[in-house]
């Protein structure tokens, strides 16, 4: 069983930056693509980022591009959303995704718990 646990959410002002990390246990992290997911209230839950399993290929949203990058470190089973130049439409609980092999579209298989950034304007 694959366990995907999230941090680094918190309250930031418009312009400002967080990192988020997510830890996996439980498997083989580098056998499995990552990706971020984001729910704001009363919306439904949105594709963010996505990383291959090796790393070398990434996939963003359009609302995130350029502002927003996906990395993992296979030797720390982690991998972590850099976001900058937040925005208060960027206000949502982040969700870690984990799904096997190399698969783009991602379509999970594992959640986290989630975690809540909020921008404030």
């Known amino acids: 069983q694959v366990q995907l646990v999230e941090s680094g959410g918190g309250l930031v002002q418009a312009g400002g930056s967080l990192r988020l990390s997510c830890a996996a246990s439980?498997?083989?992290?580098?056998?499995?693509?990552m990706g971020w997911f984001r729910q704001a209230p009363g919306k439904e839950r949105e594709f963010v980022a996505a990383?291959?399993?090796?790393?070398?290929?990434?996939y963003y949203a359009d609302s995130v591009k350029g502002r927003f990058t996906i990395s993992r470190d296979n030797a720390k089973n982690t991998v972590y959303l850099q976001m900058n130049s937040l925005e208060p439409e960027d206000t949502a609980v982040y969700y870690c995704?984990?799904?096997?092999?190399?698969?783009?579209?991602?379509?999970?298989?594992?959640w986290g718990q989630g975690t809540q950034v909020t921008v404030s304007s």
């Open positions: 995704a984990a799904t096997y092999g190399r698969r783009w579209p991602m379509i999970p298989s594992y």
């Open positions: 439980g498997t083989i992290f580098n056998f499995y693509t």
């Open positions: 990383i291959v399993e090796s790393g070398d290929s990434t």
